[in-house]
């Protein structure tokens, strides 16, 4: 059971760079999520969503876009690379509402970005 | 928008201790669930406990234990027999629709 998997786990871009942080889980969640993890401040949450088709904006989602095509897959678009934004991404997942909800979430291994 | 806040930073704890981390919130749901993750080197995000606002009962699990205070917003964690394998970094939760975090608290155990 391979759970909530984050690819990659260390990248390095440039400024102006575009990339995408891939999360996929196999555990039939509605409900996913992207968090960024900052020195002193915590998991903050960037963009997340309630199902297939479904987004919706966190804390600090600007410079981030996300998409939902599919219940497995949520990735997380870097647009225009900036030195801010390097830092450790998580990505997330929860059971829905409706289907055993228990507002735990399961969390990849992380994503360490560094943006030059 | 919901807060959380951890006010220690960094704890240290003696092998075999005692050593309680503190987190308080801010909402006005009356229904919401609070949590403490783990994240130890590895990064991996680790659940430690869980507790759901409308039960009384405080939450425990094997050495670790929440004192739940509704009414003050807060939701300390209890580590009792405090071992090695502790050290790691803390961080409170709370959850209404989205996890929001508390900064963290980093908990050292001393041999």
């Known amino acids: 059971n391979a759970g909530v998997t984050q690819t990659p786990k260390f990248q390095v871009l440039k400024t102006g760079q575009s990339m995408t942080l891939q999360c996929a889980q196999d555990m039939n969640h509605e409900y996913m999520s992207w968090y960024r993890q900052d020195p002193g401040m915590g998991l903050r949450l960037i963009h997340y969503s309630v199902g297939a088709g479904i987004t919706d904006q966190g804390e600090v989602p600007n410079g981030y876009n996300v998409s939902r095509s599919t219940t497995e897959d949520f990735p997380l678009r870097l647009l225009s690379a900036a030195p801010s934004q390097t830092s450790v991404y998580f990505c997330?997942?929860?059971?829905?509402?409706?289907?055993?909800?228990?507002?735990?979430?399961?969390f990849g291994e992380g994503s360490r970005l560094t943006v030059l | 928008a919901q807060t959380v806040t951890q006010s220690q930073p960094e704890m240290s704890v003696q092998e075999a201790e005692t050593v309680t981390l503190s987190c308080t919130y801010d909402t006005s749901e009356s229904n919401y669930y609070l949590f403490w993750y783990k994240q130890p080197p590895s990064r991996q995000m680790i659940l430690v406990i869980r507790q759901e606002a409308y039960k009384q009962q405080n939450a425990t699990e094997n050495r670790f234990s929440v004192n739940f205070q509704k009414a003050a917003k807060s939701f300390s964690l209890k580590i009792s027999d405090s071992q090695l394998g502790d050290t790691a970094m803390y961080f409170c939760?709370?959850?209404?629709?989205?996890?929001?975090f508390g900064a963290g608290t980093r908990l050292t155990v001393k041999p």
């Open positions: 997330a997942s929860s059971y829905s509402v409706l289907a055993g909800y228990t507002g735990e979430l399961f």
């Open positions: 939760a709370y959850n209404n629709n989205d996890m929001r």
